[in-house]
Antibody, heavy 119, light 108 residues
Framework: EVQLVESGGGLVQPGRSLRLSCAASGFTFDDYAMHWVRQAPGKGLEWVSGISWNSGSIGYADSVKGRFTISRDNAKNSLYLQMNSLRAEDTALYYC????????????WGQGTLVTVSS | EIVMTQSPATLSVSPGERATLSCRASQSVSSNLAWYQQKPGQAPRLLIYGASTRATGIPARFSGSGSGTEFTLTISSLQSEDFAVYYCQQYNNWPPVTFGGGTKVEIK
């Protein structure tokens, strides 16, 4: 059974940093690209960042480019999102999502970790 | 960036009736379109990919159609468990992948 478990969320002040983690199991992690998608309270889904299986291809939403860094450790079956210079508008539930094969739609999602940016 | 526009924002439907949800792309995404269902407090669930292929375990009452810029998700006979928010997502151009704003299907 595929499982994605996010962690690392919490309350942080504007301008500070936070690192999210996603622990993956139930599939061959290093065969698949992985992404982060967020959802602000009461709002829709917003893609944040994605990384290919070998970290050779990485992309970011314009809203986080230069502030967030995605990475993965295939030996640990883990995905990460380093979030710097956090803003109030980064407040959201952050989901880790697995892509299906070579196409970038998402067949499995974690339950999310909540990031609240507030003073 | 490809902008995805969903309509209507809210759809009021009686159980057993058909629901038709629309998704429009600002430029062609071929058939690289997915639909997701999200219930309150839950993560999104993949329903449809490739514009018309049901994901594993998705009931046959869910169907997708369209290509290019116009897409439709149809729920043939709404069940109580189908009342939720539905999102479309294009994955033709990455980065970024982009989602529509969602359609909430509510009980009439």
């Amino acid at each position: 059974e595929v499982q994605l478990v996010e962690s690392g969320g919490g309350l942080v002040q504007p301008g500070r940093s936070l690192r999210l983690s996603c622990a993956a199991s139930g599939f061959t992690f290093d065969d698949y690209a992985m992404h982060w998608v967020r959802q602000a309270p009461g709002k829709g889904l917003e893609w944040v960042s994605g990384i290919s299986w070998n970290s050779g291809s990485i992309g970011y939403a314009d809203s986080v480019k230069g502030r967030f860094t995605i990475s993965r450790d295939n030996a640990k079956n883990s995905l990460y999102l380093q979030m710097n210079s956090l803003r109030a508008e980064d407040t959201a539930l952050y989901y880790c999502a697995k892509v299906a094969a070579e196409f970038y739609y998402f067949d499995y999602w974690g339950q999310g970790t909540l990031v609240t940016v507030s003073s | 960036e490809i902008v995805m526009t969903q309509s209507p924002a809210t759809l009021s439907v009686s159980p057993g009736e058909r629901a038709t949800l629309s998704c429009r792309a600002s430029q062609s995404v071929s058939s690289n379109l997915a639909w997701y269902q999200q219930k309150p407090g839950q993560a999104p669930r993949l329903l449809i990919y490739g514009a018309s292929t049901r994901a594993t375990g998705i009931p046959a009452r869910f169907s997708g159609s369209g290509s290019g810029t116009e897409f439709t998700l149809t729920i043939s006979s709404l069940q109580s468990e189908d009342f939720a928010v539905y999102y479309c997502q294009q994955y033709n151009n990455w980065p970024p992948v982009t989602f529509g704003g969602g359609t909430k299907v509510e009980i009439k």
